[in-house]
Structure formats: C-alpha cells, structure tokens
C-alpha cells in the first residue's frame, strides 16, 4: 500500500487522511456532545458544516463496542 501511495498524483485541493476508529472512547456522552458541537460550527463560516455535523452524527451513534 505505502508503495501504492508513492505513486498517486494528488493535486492541491485533495488530501489524504487517515482516522483510527479503534480507540475511540467509549463513554462519550453523545447528545451532549452534539448539542455542544453543532453551535460551535455553525457560527464558524465553514462551507461544508452540515456534512461536518452529519458525519459526527453518524460516527458517533453508529459505533458498537
């Protein structure tokens, strides 16, 4: 994969990113923390919020330990 890697063109409006899911902490309350996170970023003036927002939703609810 690494050598892979090496050989992709990427122009500058992409990026690479990685997230490690596994050690995600477990007892973060998550209504909590989307009721404090979705003000935070919709004051900030950030195109693309809403999908900011429905990814932390997703990723939040959607992980089963």
Same mark, same amino acid.
């Given at each position: @994969? ?6 992709? !063109?990427?122009?500058?409006? =992409?990026?690479? @990113?990685?997230?490690?899911? !596994?050690? /995600?902490?477990?007892? %973060?309350? %998550? ?8 003000? @935070?970023?919709? !004051? ?5 919020? !809403?999908? #900011? #927002?429905?990814? /932390? ?5 959607? =992980?089963?330990?």
């Amino acid at each position: @994969m690494a050598h892979d890697l090496t050989k992709l !063109k990427i122009n500058e409006n =992409n990026r690479i @990113m990685t997230y490690d899911m !596994k050690d /995600l902490y477990v007892n %973060i309350p %998550i209504q909590e923390t989307l009721t404090t996170t979705k003000p @935070m970023l919709i !004051k900030e003036n950030n195109i693309k919020k !809403k999908q #900011i #927002i429905d990814l /932390l939703e997703i990723i939040l609810k959607q =992980n089963y330990f």
